[in-house]
């Protein structure tokens, strides 16, 4: 049975925090519970969430993040935030326990997607911006009549910076042939197999699939590096039809 989502694009929704779990120095995985245990959020691949909260002095904060779930898991959602020292939504999220609720509104956002409708994805996230280029992976990965292969090159600054490295290492066992991802470190540790410093142009020509009217490179991270990429892909050929930005 079909169950309608959980979402309103135009009406804010309460979901209640049942799980806070600490995944790194500065990284933490909220789980919130759907209204039944059979309930699905309701929101299309490769779209994200407005959450409501409240800066450290009081003010209202409105900010998006995508769900590391889909709607393949139901009863509830999570997100997977970045706390930083003066985020002002990060400030909310700090302070969020099991058992107080998020304000939420959705679907947002312009990424369709229908199985098939590329070949290949090649995949440009830095830092947080990895969470709908994890959203778009699960999706195609786990639906066995999608052959889409996914280039995924993921940039931070340390090791520890990475998120979901575990679950997207897994990805690259579990489905060889369909998901490789490349990791670039600004500060590597001593022993590193990845690159070093930024994703350069060399980087994306070697590793993402060549420009063709079948494949798309979706890009997400900080605007600086939005921007560097989109001069990348320009040089390199890839048209505005081939490219997306989240």
Known sequence: MLHAGCLDPETWRSFRLVKRTQ?????VKFRFALPTPTSVLGLPIGQHISCLGKDK?????????????????IGYFDLVIKIYPNGAMSHHFSKLQ???????????????????SVKAFGMLAGGTGLTPMFQ??????????????????YANVTF????????LDSFQKKYPGRFSVHYVLEKPPQIWNGSIGYISK?????????????????????????????????????????????
Do not use: W
Not at 98 to 113: A, E
Not at 160 to 167: F, M, S, T, V
């Open 98 to 116: 099991v058992g107080d609720s998020l304000s939420v509104r959705g679907p947002k956002g312009r990424f369709r997607y229908t199985p098939g």
């Open 136 to 153: 778009v992976s699960r999706a195609v990965l786990e639906n066995s009549k999608d052959s889409t292969k996914i280039y995924l090159i």
């Open 23 to 27: 995944v790194s120095h500065n990284v």
């Open 202 to 246: 060399e980087l994306i020509q070697s590793f993402c699939p060549a420009p063709s009217s079948d494949i798309q490179i979706l890009r997400c991270g900080p605007q600086m590096m939005n921007k560097a990429m989109q001069a990348h892909l320009d040089a390199l050929g890839y048209s505005r039809d081939m490219q997306f930005q989240f």
């Open 57 to 73: 002095d009081g003010n209202e904060v409105i900010k998006p993040y995508t769900p590391t779930t889909l709607d393949s898991d």
């Open 160 to 167: 520890d910076d990475i998120l979901l490295k575990e679950e």
